[in-house]
């Protein structure tokens, strides 16, 4: 008897990938077989990285696993997941602030497409502090991002601050 593989998306701006992403990252790679990580295009703050570069440092950091694609898309991410025939959403909720946006949009994305579920995975208590915006602005303060990125995302932040 075959089995069939179980693949879910794990969507979000990456602007850059943390410790945080790829704790929930690893995690959902123990309850899917495979996972899509889906670097949205239609965000409205202005990125530090670009979806390239994104997807290169999160390719790096993933050690080009098997498992794990990576992708840029564009529009609603339940269409992508549609298009894709993916019926699970991951996202990490890390605090109460987190809870709310993540409720919001899970509803929006049941209404507008009832076949996709949504799966939350509470994100470590050691990492819950993180987030891309927090880094940002220690990274370019001359602050230390050891542990909240990888050193090749520090690195690459390093770089862009500089020029
Ligand atoms: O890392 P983020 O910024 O919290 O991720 C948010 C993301 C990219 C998952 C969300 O903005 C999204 O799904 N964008 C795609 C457009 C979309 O489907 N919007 C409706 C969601 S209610």
Same mark, same amino acid.
């Given at each position: ?12 701006? %990456? ?57 840029? %898309? ?90």
């Amino acid at each position: 008897m075959s089995q069939q593989t179980s693949t879910a998306i794990c969507a979000g701006s %990456f602007d850059p990938p943390t410790h945080g992403h790829i704790n929930i990252i690893e995690r959902a790679l123990k309850i899917f077989d495979k996972l899509v990580i889906a670097i949205a295009k239609n965000e409205s703050k202005k990125p530090l990285f670009s979806f390239e570069e994104r997807k290169d440092l999160l390719e790096n950091i993933l050690n080009h696993d098997k498992r794990i694609e990576i992708v840029v %898309f564009e529009g609603l991410l339940v269409d992508y997941a549609e298009q894709r025939g993916i019926t699970h959403l991951v996202r990490g909720i890390r605090t109460v602030g987190d809870y709310e946006y993540e409720l919001q949009m899970s509803l929006a994305n049941r209404m507008l497409n009832p076949k996709i579920e949504t799966v939350f995975l509470m994100t470590e208590g050691h990492l819950s502090h993180i987030s891309s915006s927090i880094i940002k602005q220690v990274v370019k303060l001359g602050g230390t991002g050891k542990d909240m990125i990888h050193p090749v995302v520090e690195d690459a932040m390093k770089k862009k601050f500089k020029n």
